[in-house]
Structures are given as C-alpha cells and as structure tokens.
C-alpha cells in the first residue's frame, strides 16, 4: 500500500506542464480488453486482469493519465490495408517509438544523476547499499 500512496505524492508533485512517464511491463497484469477501463487503456496486452493491473488502471483514472502503447501503433501499422493509411500509421509508429525511447533515457538520465549526487554526499555509499539491502 505504500507505494501507492508514495506514487501519489510524487504524481502530485509534478506540474501539470510535465509529461508523466510510469515505465514497466504492465501487459501481464492489465488484459488485452479495456473491460471498464476504456477511458485509461489502450486496449493492448494479454493475460487476465489481476489485482495488482486493475490498481494501476485506478490509479491512472484518478489523474486523468491513460496507458499509451508503441505496441498499439505497431499494431494498427501491420493491420493497415491501402498504401496511405499505412504511411500515416508508419509515422505514428515512428513517433511513439522514439517518445518511449526518449522518455526511458531522461529518466535513466535524472535517477543516475541523483544517485551520483547521492554518492557524494557523505554516507552517500551507506544509503546505496541500504536501498540494495532492501531490493533483496
């Protein structure tokens, strides 16, 4: 339950003028079907909905946020039929592509730049190996 509420602050924390990012392999755990959810879910995935997915799919209703695929590009790009559509849904893929890979690197970027910052500090190599510590 924590990390819910620890998620919450931080979604709250950002300004509305910011992209907000939640990176993961979510497709095990939200289904294929929007079943309910179709204001927040792409409709991509597989697997059965369980516990952990229908809280993500809450949480991404109570601030207005939705999932957004490079797979749901991909998969309207394959199933275009005529020439024109099918350049549309390349570029469409194309963009969704590089804004993902774009997205992991800045935040890549912003949590190794803050564990450096960390490091620094004194007792910074203390701190990193509690979080190992508690990773395991």
């Known amino acids: 339950m924590r990390f819910w509420e ?8 950002v300004p509305s003028s910011e992209k907000i990012v939640v990176a993961g392999d979510f497709n ?3 289904e294929a079907f929007p079943g309910g959810f ?3 879910h792409g409709g991509f995935g597989f697997g059965e909905r369980n516990e952990e997915g229908a809280a993500l799919l809450e949480f991404l ?3 207005g946020l939705k999932v957004e695929t490079k797979k749901g590009a991909y998969a309207k790009l394959v199933e275009s039929k005529d020439d024109e559509e099918k350049g549309a849904f390349r570029e469409e893929y194309k963009l969704a592509r590089k804004t993902a890979k774009l997205a ?3 935040t890549k970027t912003a949590v190794f730049e803050s564990l450096y910052v960390g490091l620094e500090e004194k007792g910074g190599e203390k701190s990193l190996f509690g979080l190992a510590k508690a990773r395991d």
């Not at 620890?6 to 924390?13: F, I, P, Q």
Request: proline share 0%.
């Open 61 to 63: 209703r109570s601030f």
């Open 28 to 30: 095990g755990h939200i």
């Open 104 to 106: 992991v690197t800045a």
């Open 38 to 40: 179709g204001d927040v």
């Open 6 to 13: 620890d998620l919450d602050e931080v979604v709250r924390g």
